[in-house]
């Protein structure tokens, strides 16, 4: 199973950037994509980006623009550049982790692939 670890997170004022850093352990072997969320007061948790293996990633249309996911190369720990940020920013951020295909023992053994870390608060002031 894979774990993840969230940081970078903390208040800032509108317009202002956060870098947020998310370092997975485990079977990091069988890691694919890897994706941002986040859950902001009162709302269900909701996807922001995805860093795809193979193809451009993707971003949800309220952070296009202003937000880039990146992975360094060689290691486990992915990144969410935070700039122009706004009030509706505010959230816990979480990452999570597809499976390669590849990783079947998940699937035949009904093990939960990834589990969810404590996320990293973002607090954007007005």
């Known amino acids: 199973q894979v774990q993840f670890l969230e940081s970078g997170g903390g208040v800032v004022q509108t317009g202002g950037s956060l870098r947020l850093s998310c370092a997975a352990s485990?079977?990091?072997?069988?890691?694919?994509?890897m994706s941002w969320y986040r859950q902001g007061p009162g709302s269900e948790r909701e996807l922001v980006a995805i860093l795809h293996k193979s193809s451009s990633p993707y971003y949800a249309d309220s952070v296009k623009g202003r937000f880039t996911i990146s992975r360094a190369d060689g290691e486990n720990t992915m990144y969410l550049q935070m700039n122009s940020l706004r009030p509706d920013d505010t959230g816990v951020y979480y990452c999570?982790?597809?499976?390669?295909?590849?990783?079947?023992?998940?699937?035949?053994?009904?093990?939960?692939?990834?589990?969810w870390g404590q996320g990293t608060q973002v607090t954007v002031s007005s």
């Open positions: 999570n982790a597809d499976r390669k295909a590849a990783c079947v023992q998940y699937s035949q053994l009904g093990i939960d692939f990834t589990s």
């Open positions: 485990g079977d990091t072997f069988c890691i694919s994509d």
